[in-house]
């Protein structure tokens, strides 16, 4: 583990990724959920047509009505 190459992998992943986004800049910007960084909204994850998390949202009050699984790219924020 290296404290100064923990600070700089953010950077450059936000480098890389806005090098990849710029390639292509009329394609909305998406991530993979297990790739996400934190910094995606919740359409760039789960994407952007409006039936998605609204129905993932349901899923969840079904399936996890206390919200006890939220820790990583929450569908409620």
């Known amino acids: ?3 100064a190459l923990d600070a700089l992998a953010p950077i450059y992943g ?3 990724r806005a090098l990849f ?3 292509e800049p009329q ?3 998406n ?4 790739y ?7 359409e760039q994850m789960y994407g952007y047509e409006p039936w998605r998390l609204e129905r993932l949202r349901g899923l969840k009050q079904k399936y996890d ?4 699984f939220r820790f990583y790219n929450p569908i409620i924020r």
């Open 21 to 23: 986004d710029a390639g």
């Open 14 to 16: 936000e480098q890389a």
């Open 1 to 3: 583990p290296s404290a």
């Open 65 to 68: 009505p206390e919200n006890r």
């Open 27 to 29: 394609r909305p910007l």
């Open 31 to 34: 991530a993979y959920v297990n």
């Open 36 to 42: 996400a960084s934190g910094s995606e909204t919740l």
